[in-house]
Structures are given as structure tokens and as C-alpha cells.
């Protein structure tokens, strides 16, 4: 028994096994922090057990242009100094040109290369972004009130059904609030012309230009799900499924290129078995950071975001992290989008009190595992 596991285990599995009998953990917990103007102060997030990682991005840089280095140092200077490290960004984003292969693609893909460059000189190991069209997540309300009287972010489709993006004067919460209608409906007429094979064509040239660099300056890449995972007013989403995971991966065959396994993006969906895939691509070695949170799904596709507990939501958070353990998981974890409690206000899904709990939790899960 012991000889065939040995056998069937790769090395970096192995140290992982030995790093979690020490007592260490192998997997990095991290926590997304917005910078000086997030309420969440870097001190509340040292003071969270276990906390490793700031998860963080120039949010005010546009999409394609240069990130300053000087801000990327201060921001691992200030991590230092509570005792954290700034190693993951999310995101640096792609500019829409990208995805749609028009206008000036080479200037583009020379900054992103460029800003991956930056970020590795500044410490960072993992860079995350997505590839949806337009708007990255897309919810229905960001507050729905739960019997308890926490609040969380939902997507109902009798709230979605009514809307027709080239008609209606579209103010969905978590859409880009820097494109006015005339600009979101000519995008939207963009990509319906592009189509998911013209996705998939823009995601290669963008993958082959970006992974290279992204491998010699010991980054991982790591693509985000589309949320959920599937089309939405009949815009392409091509980061949905297993059989797309397979294909984005085999692009470039490159652990620099990786995904960012988001359970509840992927799990909002009935035909995607989130724990298997986890399984799946943990053995792989292409997870390189992992999104955890649940979520309950309806009957009809409605979902609403959870408590990260396995019995608060469908999903069987327990498999997940079981999964990541025994393949040696020793990537990024954060908890995600957490609920509003205690009277907190703030960012939607971002406050301090859920995901503090979450990643408590999730903590709890890995060192029942990793000592096992
Ligand atoms: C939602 C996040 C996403 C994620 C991007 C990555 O809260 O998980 O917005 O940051 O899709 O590019």
C-alpha cells in the first residue's frame, strides 16, 4: 500500500506530505485586500489566524497601461510590516481589445508582459485575471436578506429574464461602472459578432504571448471562471466546464499556466462536480490558486452566495479541501465573497467578518486533513 503511493506520487506532492507532518501548512492562506481606501486594514487582516497572503491589484491603473513599480514595492512594504506577504495579484485586467483581437493587440500584450515582469520583481508568484466579456461576475441583488438577517449577493433569474442589455439602460450591481450604455451595447454587439471560437482564438494568441513570460519570471498565471459559468444575453463564456478547463489548459501545456479554481463561479452551476474537478487538477498541478466559498443552488438556476460551511450551501466543502490535501495542494487559498453580519457595511462580498470566519473554517478543514 505505502509502496504503490509512493509510486504514484510526484515529488512535489511528497514535500507537501512532509511539510503538513511538521506542522505546516502547505497551502498559502491569503485574504484580497483593496488597498489604503479598503476599510479592512492590513492590521485586521495580520490578526486573522493562520493569515499568510495579500491578494491585491492597482485598481485605479486602467486596463493596458503600465503598472508603476514603485507602488507594487510600497504595497510589499506595507505587507511587510504586518507581517504578510504581497504574492498574489488579482487582477491585472484584460483590456477588452484583447479579447475581442482588435486594435492594437502587440501594444497591449507588451504591457501585460511588462506588468507581469513588474509584479515578479515586486514578489508576486501568482497573477489571476479572467477572460469574460464586458463584466466579470454578474448578481441580481448584492444584499438579499436572509432569514437571519445577514445579507449576501444572489443572481435570480426572475430578475435577470426581464432584461435586454440592447434596450435597457443595464445598471446590474458588479458591472464596470466606466462603460456608459452606448459603449456596453456596442460591446455587447462586439462579441456576439466574435463568438465563443473567436474568444477561444483571442485566449491563445493572449496565452502564448503571456505564459512565456509569465514561466521565466516564475509567475503562475491563473485564469478565473467565468461567473456563473455560462452565457449571459447571449455573450460568449468560455471558462465554464471541464472540457473547457481541458482545452485553456492544453493552449499552453505550462504549469505557469494555471487556473484559479473559484468553487462557487464553477458551482453555480448543476453540471459542474466541483470537488471532482478539484481533484482532477489538483493531481495535475494546475491549480494555482484556489477560490473558496459556497453556494446554494435553486431548481431553476437561481443561486445565492452562502456561510462557507458545507451545510450552509450545495456544496460538500469538505471533499474540496480533501482533495487539495491529498494531491499536495501547496498553492493560494482565500476565502471568497463572505456575508455581510454584525452590522458590518462595506464592500459587497468583501467585508472582514464572514471571510475571517471563512477562512477560520477553512483552516480548521486543512489541518484536519494535512494530520490525518
Ligand atoms: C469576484 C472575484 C472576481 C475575480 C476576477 C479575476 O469577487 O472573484 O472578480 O477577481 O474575475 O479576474
Known amino acids: 500500500m505505502c509502496y504503490t503511493l509512493k509510486l504514484a506520487t510526484p515529488r512535489w506532492n511528497k514535500r507537501a506530505r512532509i511539510a503538513a507532518r511538521k506542522g505546516e501548512q502547505a497551502m498559502k492562506m491569503s485574504f484580497r485586500w483593496y488597498g489604503e481606501s479598503d476599510p479592512v486594514s492590513l492590521e485586521y487582516i495580520s490578526q486573522i489566524p493562520g493569515m499568510r497572503s495579500i491578494v491585491a ?30 504574492d498574489v495579484v488579482e487582477s491585472i485586467p484584460v483590456h477588452e481589445d484583447l479579447k475581442l483581437g482588435r486594435g492594437d493587440v502587440e501594444g497591449l500584450l507588451k504591457n501585460y508582459c511588462e506588468n507581469i515582469r513588474r509584479c515578479a520583481r515586486a514578489g508576486v508568484k501568482c497573477v489571476t485575471y479572467n477572460f469574460m466579456p464586458v463584466f466579470d461576475w454578474t448578481r441580481t441583488q448584492l444584499d438579499k436578506k436572509a432569514p437571519d438577517g445577514s445579507t449576501s449577493l444572489v443572481m435570480y433569474w426572475d430578475q435577470l429574464r426581464g432584461i435586454d442589455p440592447l434596450k435597457d439602460d443595464i445598471h446590474l450591481p458588479g458591472w464596470g461602472a466606466s462603460y456608459s450604455q452606448a459603449e456596453v451595447r456596442d460591446l ?9 471560437e473567436g474568444l477561444w482564438k483571442n485566449l491563445e494568441v493572449f496565452l502564448k504571448a503571456v505564459v512565456p513570460v509569465a514561466e521565466e519570471c516564475g509567475v503562475r498565471m491563473a485564469i478565473h471562471p467565468d461567473d456563473p459559468p455560462y452565457p449571459i444575453f447571449g455573450l460568449p463564456r468560455i471558462i465554464t466546464r471541464e472540457e473547457n478547463l481541458d482545452r485553456m489548459l492544453a493552449i499552453v501545456d505550462s504549469p505557469a499556466n494555471s487556473l484559479c479554481l473559484c468553487t462557487g ?18 493531481e495535475k498541478d494546475r491549480i494555482a490558486f484556489m477560490h473558496i466559498r459556497n453556494v446554494k443552488l435553486m431548481e ?26 491529498e494531491n499536495g495542494y501547496d498553492g493560494y487559498v482565500r476565502p471568497d465573497h463572505g456575508r455581510m453580519i454584525w452590522g458590518e457595511t462595506g464592500k459587497p462580498g468583501y467585508g472582514l467578518f464572514d471571510r475571517a470566519l471563512g477562512a477560520a473554517y477553512l483552516n480548521g478543514l486543512f489541518e484536519a486533513y494535512e494530520k490525518r
Not at 188 to 196: D, R, V
Open 265 to 282: 463561479s464553477l458551482g453555480c452551476a448543476a453540471f459542474n462536480d466541483v470537488p471532482a474537478l478539484v481533484r482532477k487538477y489538483a
Open 188 to 196: 455587447i454587439q462586439a462579441y456576439s459578432a466574435l463568438g465563443e
Open 300 to 325: 431553476d438556476g437561481s443561486f445565492e452566495e452562502r456561510a462557507h460551511l458545507t451545510s450552509c450551501g450545495s456544496l460538500d466543502m469538505a471533499a474540496i479541501v480533501k482533495a487539495l490535501v
Open 57 to 86: 491589484s492597482l485598481y485605479d491603473v486602467a486596463p493596458g497601461d503600465l503598472w508603476p513599480q514603485e507602488r507594487l514595492e510600497k504595497m510589499q512594504a506595507d505587507c511587510k510590516a504586518h507581517g504578510l506577504v504581497f
